[in-house]
């Protein structure tokens, strides 16, 4: 088996697809993208390309090693995003011509089904908390919100109180057992992260997510270290290198990495199984489109440490277009009693609608993170 072609498909809301062909007609699915960079991105597949064709798909890692190590310059989120998407496809393709899903190549299912959550906003507290209990009314065990908005290094108490607001008011209308992840979203500096870890323990969260940029997780270790709640981060790491020194440090406790922008299938499993080593919990990054979906629960069905799965379901985001849009048979994302099936078909287990990427890849997106400012007119951390 030969590899023939590779095509990217720039898709709203704003996502990329990618299709990689064979001579014996099996086709791989995979979504290589940086949010706000996804025509950047394409050009990287698009250069990687060059050795894939002519290639056996089958050998994944040995293509996985070419492509990451052949260039002098190695990691980072473009290259580890058009890789993650490549060998998404790669898997997708051995999967599909044994006639099995990708977790069996694997070594198997730990597990059938895995525990799912909804974004439900943040920067509102009455509008959060509505979001909140609606999702936990279609039957979500668990939900995610952003914790602030911008601040500064050192901010005032009136933006600590709006935090505060916030998570009460979601804690009041979901009840004592439904699970609150809280998002900083790296735009909250240490000064303001010592005050906020504090003041949420009461809260009793699943999680607090990125609540420092993670190339400064090294000076706030102390605090991360002695707060109750667990500490998530990992979005914004792209290899088993980068998780290495962070995962060593002890301040982390669930780790984010991305299949679509931590070099895939092949490096996020390479990072899961560091993170069981250490004692650390698995919940993959996940706001993108279906193929990535498919891909992490591809991924989370043989992690023993996967314990949740962030999907995009109805995120903000999804304006034009949402999760279940491309795929021919949305029902294989059915989700039920907050949880969501390991699909059991060939490859990622998931079939794309081809015809309908193609109508809306004539459209394409050019979504941009939005810039935000501070009231003395310096940059916001978004």
Same mark, same amino acid.
């Given at each position: 088996m030969k590899i023939t072609g590779v095509t990217t498909y720039t898709v709203p809301p704003r996502w990329l697809f990618l299709k990689i062909e064979t001579d014996e007609g099996v086709v791989g699915w995979g979504e290589p993208v940086v949010e706000g960079r996804a025509a950047t991105v394409a050009a990287a597949v698009e250069e990687l390309s060059d050795y894939l064709l002519g290639q056996d798909p089958r050998? /994944? &890692? #040995?293509?996985?090693?070419?492509?990451?190590r052949g260039g002098f310059y190695r990691g980072g989120p473009i290259l580890m995003s058009?890789?993650?998407?490549?060998? $998404?496809?790669?898997? #997708?393709?051995?999967?599909?011509?044994?006639?099995? @899903?990708?977790?069996e190549l694997l070594g198997g299912k730990v597990r059938d089904r895995i525990r799912v959550y909804s974004w439900i906003g943040g920067d509102r507290p009455t509008e959060t908390a509505a979001a909140a209990r609606a999702a936990v009314e279609r039957g979500f065990s668990a939900v995610k919100m952003n914790g602030t908005a911008e601040l500064q290094y050192v901010d005032s108490w009136d933006k600590v109180d709006l935090c505060l607001e916030s998570v009460r008011a979601v804690? &009041?209308?979901?009840? @004592?057992?439904?699970?609150?992840? +809280?998002?900083?979203h790296g735009r909250v500096h240490k000064p303001m992260a010592k005050v906020l870890l504090r003041e949420l323990e009461p809260y009793r969260l699943m999680f607090i997510e990125e @609540?420092?940029?993670? &190339?400064?997780?090294?000076?706030?270790? #102390? @605090? !991360?270290?002695?707060?109750?709640?667990?500490?998530?981060?990992?979005?914004? !790491?792209f290899s088993? *290198?980068?998780?290495? #020194?962070?995962?060593?440090?002890?301040?982390?406790?669930? /780790?984010q990495p991305d299949p679509s922008h931590c070099g895939g299938i092949t490096e996020a499993r390479k990072i899961a199984h560091m993170a069981e080593a250490y004692d650390v919990a698995l919940a993959l990054h996940c706001p993108l489109g279906p193929i990535a979906l498919a891909a992490c629960l591809q991924i989370d069905a043989g992690c023993y440490n996967a314990f949740i799965q962030e $999907?995009?379901?109805?995120?903000?985001y999804n304006e034009s277009n949402d999760l279940l849009d491309y795929l021919a048979d949305p029902s294989v994302f059915d989700y039920e009693d907050g949880m969501v099936r390991i699909p059991g078909g060939p490859g990622l287990g998931i %079939?794309?609608? %081809?015809?309908?990427?193609? &109508?809306?890849?004539? %459209?394409?997106?050019? *979504?941009?993170?939005? +810039?935000?400012?501070?009231a003395d007119g310096s940059f916001a951390e978004w």
């Open positions: 050998n /994944i &890692e #040995d293509l996985w090693t070419v492509l990451y058009a890789l993650a998407g490549i060998d $998404q496809a790669l898997w #997708d393709i051995k999967g599909k011509a044994l006639g099995v @899903p990708v977790h804690r &009041e209308a979901v009840g @004592p057992d439904i699970g609150i992840g +809280v998002d900083f @609540p420092v940029l993670s &190339e400064n997780v090294g000076g706030f270790l #102390d @605090p !991360l270290r002695s707060t109750s709640t667990p500490i998530a981060l990992g979005e914004r !790491l088993r *290198w980068d998780f290495k #020194d962070v995962l060593a440090s002890g301040a982390v406790d669930i /780790i $999907q995009s379901l109805g995120i903000h %079939e794309v609608n %081809e015809e309908y990427v193609l &109508e809306r890849a004539r %459209e394409g997106h050019r *979504w941009r993170n939005p +810039v935000w400012r501070h």
